[in-house]
Every structure is written in structure tokens, then in C-alpha cells.
T-cell receptor
Framework: SQQGEEDPQALSIQEGENATMNCSYK?????LQWYRQNSGRGLVHLIL?????REKHSGRLRVTLDTSKKSSSLLITASRAADTASYFC??????????????FGQGTELSVKP | NAGVTQTPKFQVLKTGQSMTLQCAQD?????MYWYRQDPGMGLRLIYY???????DKGEVPNGYNVSRLNKREFSLRLESAAPSQTSVYFC????????????FGPGTRLTVT
């Protein structure tokens, strides 16, 4: 079963607007990661937030983590048409010797219109 | 560095045929993974290899086998393909030194008729 559930499943905005995607998960985690997938391509790592962190920034990306609510959000500010992609959260769960196994959510499909 | 490479990019099989998907990484990572991605779904882990010489089942291992040939290479074999295995397959690698951030290959689009 999927660990992460993402909301919304699809999001359509205008260029320049902010996009917010949410992820909820079920079990305790070491870290939570966000990935982007352009159509027909492999996933690309965007940002990682550890379980003892609450907020992290990278360029136009801002990630928050609330371990008490088992949820995370990804904010993309001043979106561009090139941000059009699917975005996935993935959790690295607290299971010994799992070799960094990640469990992915179903993704949010973001469309940024010029 | 090429990163993670996968071959082939596309493949069409008939039901019952077998094939092996190849994956190689040149980043000296210890861990490697095989996922499948179906329309509208996230990635589901088929098998993974935490280190050279070890392999473990993921969420959806039935119908697949894997071989960790050496540190660089991790192959996925379909012994008797079924239409339910029509999917896009991704290989990835990671290492504990980077908190298991995963690097993905470009994918193999497999159709089983």
C-alpha cells in the first residue's frame, strides 16, 4: 500500500502564481523527499527534509514538515511554464537495514499556463 | 558521468515471452532499485538491492526476478511476461552518504500483448 497520499491530484495555475502541493504519510520517517517527473522521463530529486527539520528552502522551493500531523507541503513560488510536471513525495521509513527504500505517493500533476 | 542508464528504452513482448531489463550506474552507489509506474499511479517498488550481493522484495515482486551482477549493475527479469506487466520500468540508485536521495534512469516502456 502507498505510504504517501498527495493532494491535490491535479493543479492548474497561471505563470507567476504560487503552487502548493501536500503530502500525508502513515508511519514514522527518517526523512521525506520530493521529486519531479517531466512527461516521459525519470524522476529528479528536488529536496530532502529530515524528520527533525520543520522547513527547508531551495531556490523557489519551500518544503515544510509536520511530523505530529504526518504531513508535508511543497510550495513553488513564482511558477513558470517549465515547472509543468508531476511532483511526488517519498518517505524513507524508520526500518533498520532497509537500504534507503523509499515509498512514493501517487503524485500531483502541475500544469502552469503561460 | 552518465548517471543511471537503462536498456532497452522500448520493448514489445508477447504473453509468455521472457526478457531482461538492464540497469547500470556509475556513481559508486551501494543501493539500487527497480520500480514500475502505471498510469495515474506513483512508483511501486519491485525489488531492491541494499548492497552488492543482497536483494530483497519490494511491494510488487511477483512475476519478476533480479540479479545484482556487481556494484554497478542490477538487472530485472520477466520470466513469462503477462499483459498486467505492461508498464514503465525505472531503475534508481542511491547511497547512505546522501541520505538515500535516489537517482533515476530514463525508464523502459514495456508493452505485453
Amino acid at each position: 500500500s502507498q505510504q504517501g497520499e498527495e493532494d491535490p491530484q491535479a493543479l492548474s495555475i497561471q505563470e507567476g502564481e504560487n503552487a502548493t502541493m501536500n503530502c500525508s504519510y502513515k508511519t514514522s520517517i527518517n526523512n521525506l523527499q520530493w521529486y519531479r517527473q517531466n512527461s516521459g522521463r525519470g524522476l529528479v530529486h528536488l529536496i530532502l527534509i529530515r524528520s527533525n527539520e520543520r522547513e527547508k528552502h531551495s531556490g523557489r522551493l519551500r518544503v515544510t514538515l509536520d511530523t505530529s500531523k504526518k504531513s508535508s507541503s511543497l510550495l513553488i513560488t513564482a511558477s513558470r511554464a517549465a515547472d509543468t510536471a508531476s511532483y511526488f513525495c517519498a518517505t524513507d521509513t524508520l526500518i533498520y537495514n532497509q537500504g534507503g527504500k523509499l515509498i512514493f505517493g501517487q503524485g500531483t500533476e502541475l500544469s502552469v499556463k503561460p | 558521468n552518465a548517471g543511471v542508464t537503462q536498456t532497452p528504452k522500448f520493448q514489445v513482448l508477447k504473453t509468455g515471452q521472457s526478457m531482461t531489463l538492464q540497469c547500470a550506474q556509475d556513481m559508486n552507489h551501494n543501493s539500487m532499485y527497480w520500480y514500475r509506474q502505471d498510469p495515474g499511479m506513483g512508483l511501486r517498488l519491485i525489488y531492491y538491492s541494499a548492497s552488492e550481493g543482497t536483494t530483497d522484495k519490494g511491494e510488487v515482486p511477483n512475476g519478476y526476478n533480479v540479479s545484482r551482477l556487481n556494484k554497478r549493475e542490477f538487472s530485472l527479469r520477466l520470466e513469462s511476461a503477462a499483459p498486467s506487466q505492461t508498464s514503465v520500468y525505472f531503475c534508481a540508485s542511491s547511497d547512505w552518504g546522501r541520505a538515500y536521495e535516489q537517482y533515476f534512469g530514463p525508464g523502459t516502456r514495456l508493452t505485453v500483448t
